[in-house]
């Protein structure tokens, strides 16, 4: 009987966009990120970089 078996560990992801080309980067959730937020400027093309998702991944645990 172990209780620790219900935590999976989950990690908070980002994904952005480019608004202009098919450019898209995932990276960690900060603070304060929410849908459709700019962040930034495409490398590939200037485009503007926006957050089209927030979602929890689980942790692959590699076993003991
Ligand atoms: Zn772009």
Redesign the pocket.
Known sequence: MSSDQNKQPLITKTLIK??????TLERDFQEGDFVPKIVGT??????K?YIAGIYAVKIAEPKR
């Open positions: 480019c608004m202009s080309c098919d450019y495409c490398p590939k093309d200037g485009g970089l």
